[in-house]
């Protein structure tokens, strides 16, 4: 079983940048691709950035590319995601996910077993 927890949503203005976290805890992260995925207010989830097991891939959503940076600290068991020249679009809850059955990075979020249960990142002026 795998816990995991995201940190660092909130208030955000226009333009700005964030840092969000991922800590798990009941299991080493380090065999195992994860991805972060959002929702915005009134929609489905939408895949947002993903990371293999090692951390020398990462997928980004096409239309977010520039903005993105996802890393991973096996060893703190934690990943992170970077956001910057942040939009009201980007208004929505962010959570991060584990593929507990591959190394490797995938978009179809049906794949990820394990969920947080997400950090509000709103942006507004």
């Known amino acids: 079983q795998v816990h995991l927890v995201e940190s660092g949503g909130g208030l955000i203005q226009p333009g700005g940048s964030l840092a969000l976290s991922c800590l798990a805890s009941?299991?080493?992260?380090?065999?195992?691709?994860m991805v972060w995925v959002r929702q915005p207010p009134g929609k489905e989830r939408e895949f947002v950035a993903a990371?293999?097991?090692?951390?020398?891939?990462?997928k980004y959503e096409d239309s977010m590319k520039g903005r993105l940076a996802v890393s991973r600290v096996n060893y703190r068991n934690t990943m992170h995601l970077y956001l910057s020249n942040l939009t009201f679009e980007d208004t929505a809850v962010y959570f991060c996910?584990?593929?507990?059955?591959?190394?490797?990075?995938?978009?179809?979020?049906?794949?990820?077993?394990?969920w947080g249960r997400g950090t509000l990142v709103v942006v507004s002026s």
């Open positions: 009941g299991r080493s992260i380090s065999d195992y691709a």
């Open positions: 996910g584990l593929d507990a059955d591959s190394r490797w990075t995938t978009t179809r979020l049906a794949n990820y077993d394990y």
């Open positions: 990371v293999n097991w090692d951390g020398t891939y990462t």
